[in-house]
């Protein structure tokens, strides 16, 4: 009897443990939502994050970094830095290489300068959604070879929260600066395009020039009475930014006020058209801004290229090619049409 009953006490310290160690990371994890919640702003959110890490893995100072849209890590944050540390400073850190397979709140420990000649471990975590890097939260001090693991699954909890707030805050900045843009002032007129391409024709022509002329739909811009004039004006307005980024070699733009554009791309010829947008394609597929506020997952795209004198020398002839593509629908994922020879 002594014998079971030291062993029923034994079993209910075990559950009333668990059940305290069950209540400390609910209370861990509301507090996170709690401190995240109405943050706005992508530094806020990672200063939050990272004083939640520091404090979780008892790291002495660390920095954030974001991933921008052309994947350059860029540090918005850091804590614990003293000015007298110079180049060591949060600006002499290394990232490490993303692993393999990496999900998100895993901690990778590397070694990266200390100051004074020195290396020494640092913990990063990557902030990952939907399979894209969004950032990192980084860490020096008092590093070691590994972390306990109810401080791993705290990590990985809070990078699971912290993912989801960052994209809400990237989103609430872009609409804010889209806000300010008005598109009509960096297009072309739609109805002016066929005289567009006739001179573009004739000057060509004279000079024995090329040019690709190419159209982007977006499928997802439609009537949709779900979705609310101001958020497809938005969504627009996200399109034309994205298409002036990536392609840097356009010379003019157009929409028909219907998700369909078209680029003029003078002396491109269409390998490099087809490059130039099959690149863009991909980045407005992926795009996370214009799917969520056309209120779906993943943006359809479709695309098509024509070439001047290859695939004509008429005005209509090049028209009427470049409507044939695109009226054949949507591909994922997107696949830029061409004419077969």
Known sequence: RARWTELLDQRLQEATGLLEEQL????????????????????????????????????????????????????????????????????????????????????????????????????????????????????????????????????????????????????????????????????????GLQKLVADEIRRCSGLLLVFSFAEVQLEDYIDDTLVGESDKDLALRRAIKLIQTCVRRIDVIAHDGAGRFAILLPRVAKMDAVDILQRLTRRLEEDAVAAQLLGVKRLMISAAVVTFPEDGTAVAGLFDKISGLLAQGPTTPARVKVPIS
Not at 129 to 137: D, F
């Open 24 to 191: 400390r990371e609910l209370r861990f994890y509301n507090d996170i939502a709690s401190r995240l919640s109405g943050e706005l702003r992508v530094e806020g959110v990672l200063e939050i994050l990272l004083q939640v890490f520091l404090e979780t893995t008892g790291l002495s100072k660390g920095a954030a970094y974001v991933i921008g849209e052309d994947e350059t890590p860029r540090i918005l944050t850091s804590r614990g830095f003293e000015w007298a540390e110079g180049e060591h400073g949060p600006a002499g850190m290394l990232l490490p290489p993303l692993p393999a397979g990496a999900t998100g709140g895993e901690v990778v420990t590397h070694r990266s300068p200390v100051g004074g000649g020195q290396e020494g471990l640092m913990a990063s975590v990557p902030l990952i959604r939907a399979g894209g890097l969004r950032g990192w939260l980084c860490g020096l001090g008092a590093v070691p070879e590994s972390f306990a693991e109810p401080v791993l699954r705290r990590v990985r909890g809070l990078a699971a929260q912290g993912v989801s707030a960052l994209e809400a805050a990237r989103l609430h900045e872009e609409v804010q600066r889209m806000v300010g843009v008005d598109p009509s002032r960096s297009l072309f007129p739609w109805g």
